[in-house]
């Protein structure tokens, strides 16, 4: 099994540029997750999906849309990228909500100029 | 939301010593999670360790969810050992919305 994969692993953009952050994972989960981590912070939860066309906002959810067509994937767009949206983005995904280890992706490098 | 506050923030050890990094949490807990952030950004999986203790060769950790709080142990430590540790946790009705503490940073020398 690949995990939790992520694409791209570095992105530059200028502002009000749009871009999707892919993530896919091949174990099966049904919940998925992205979140952001800003320089010597922990991480804060974005958008999660509990199921395929089930989609929800976390912590920090303005400027981003998300969308569940598939178990496997759980793109992450910018809608029109801002320098305070750069940071480093990982995806995790469980088996399900509740009782269960989360796993994440690579992350994601963006940088907003 | 709940809280989750790390101890201590900073760490620098000789190669060999023994560490205890804490996390306290304000709230009861579905899961809690311990990761190590290596100097490269990836995040690895430690423990999971909602209550009660667990090894995983050098490392042990021990979550007492009465008293809200997790204790993850690093045992003769190594330079690859460097990079920051994280407690994160889901609440009681937070649905496996992790929380993260704010981490430990931690640097052996060798």
């Known amino acids: 099994n690949a995990g939790v994969t992520q694409t791209p692993k570095f992105q530059v953009l200028k502002t009000g540029q749009s871009m999707t952050l892919q993530c896919a994972q091949d174990m099966n989960h049904e919940y998925m997750s992205w979140y952001r981590q800003d320089p010597g912070m922990g991480l804060r939860l974005i958008h999660y999906s509990v199921g395929a066309g089930i989609t929800d906002q976390g912590e920090v959810p303005n400027g981003y849309n998300v969308s569940r067509s598939t178990t496997e994937d759980f793109p992450l767009r910018l809608l029109s990228a801002a320098p305070s949206q750069t940071s480093v983005y990982f995806c995790a995904s469980s088996r399900d909500r509740g009782f269960y280890e989360q796993y994440f992706g690579p992350g994601t490098r963006l940088t907003v100029t | 939301g709940i809280q989750v506050e790390q101890s201590p923030p900073d760490l620098i050890l000789q190669e060999g010593a023994n560490s205890t990094l804490r996390c306290n949490f304000s709230d009861s807990v579905n899961n809690l999670q311990w990761f190590h952030q290596n100097p490269w950004g990836q995040l690895i999986n430690l423990f999971y360790?909602?209550?009660g203790t667990k090894q995983n060769g050098r490392l042990s950790a021990t979550t007492v969810a009465t008293e809200r709080y997790s204790l993850l142990y690093i045992s003769s430590s190594q330079t690859t050992d460097s990079g920051v540790y994280f407690c994160?946790?889901?609440?009681?009705?937070?649905?496996?919305?992790?929380?993260f503490g704010g981490g430990t940073r931690l640097m052996v020398k060798p």
């Open positions: 994160a946790v889901d609440g009681d009705n937070a649905g496996n919305m992790l929380t």
């Open positions: 360790i909602p209550s």
